[in-house]
């Protein structure tokens, strides 16, 4: 199999021609532990627009800023708070973004018009090449179309963004799979606006202060839920329990159904298209979006997921199961 032009392996050329690049205000999608980005030089708002216009992204959803070099944090941000010091310490290069109060010349194309920047350093080797080699922040917001599944390999970027992307660099599969957790401290109280991979507790421990989850103060009605991180076919989810009655309904309807679960959970001897992911939060949660892609690529009619404990370390995977089925659940 030949790779297509727009996707290279990491070498030192590569990486030297991405910087060059981003230089001139092109797009560049590399590889982080979480998922892929969608890269541009956060100094320049005409590069930065170009992510917009190729996600199909509202003006006013603001980017995460990227940095290679902890020394970088404070050319973006004011106010910075111990506590965030001690975070940056303790995770990065790491999947936790912050938000903090943004310096004066930060353009607004980036923050989507507020007066905080999001930030974080990435672990990914090639991630942190690319950063140090340009010297400077990147904005990167995952690179899929707005609302789609953020993508976890080079191929998912190409085959969705590839005629407005660049480059793409390849660095294989992300090691998480989800994007980061992203915490809140730009105000007195420290709030989790997205759950990830860094949990809540591991954080509280750093700073040695409780974080407000905000979604608890969100009631929201399930069909109310904005459809995000979604695959194109519809998707409900299934408690456990319920999987056999509710695949057979389906079966005796007609539709053409996959289901995704975890692997202790598979229903034997089914012929229904089956994705059965790790049976731990962090195996399921690496391999879930890459699954609901190769679902999608079948054009069936409807995606089963198994519902999974509403325990802690599941939270990052819920957050994205409840937001991918827009929270219908089949009972
Ligand atoms: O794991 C990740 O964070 C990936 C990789 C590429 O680093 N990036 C990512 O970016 O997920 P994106 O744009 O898909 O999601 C960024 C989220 C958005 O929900 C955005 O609203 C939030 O971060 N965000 C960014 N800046 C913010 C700010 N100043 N205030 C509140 N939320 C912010
Ligand atoms: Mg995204």
Redesign the pocket.
Known sequence: MTTPMKISPPTENALQKAVEILQQGGLVAFP???????GADASNPEAVKKIFAAKG?PAN????V?IGDLQQLSQWAIEIPEIALRLAAAIWPG?L?M?LK?QAHVSEVV??G?D???I?M?DNPVAIALLQQFKGGLA?????RFNCI?PTRAEHVLSELGASVDMILDGGACK?G???T?I?L?SEQPTL??P?HITPQQIEAIIEQPVLLKQQNEIRAPGMLELHYAPTTPAALCANEHLPQQLQKFSAEGKQTALICRRSSAIKDSHMTTKALPDDPEGFGQALYAALRDIDLLKLDFIIIEQLPQHPEWMAVNDRLLKSTAGRILS
């Open positions: 982080t532990e979480t998922v892929y980005g969608l992204r959803h603001p980017l995460i990227h999947p973004a938000i943004k923050t989507g507020q905080t920047i999001g974080r990435p990167a917001p995952s690179a899929n953020s998480v989800l994007e980061s992203i809140d730009s606006l997205r990830g």
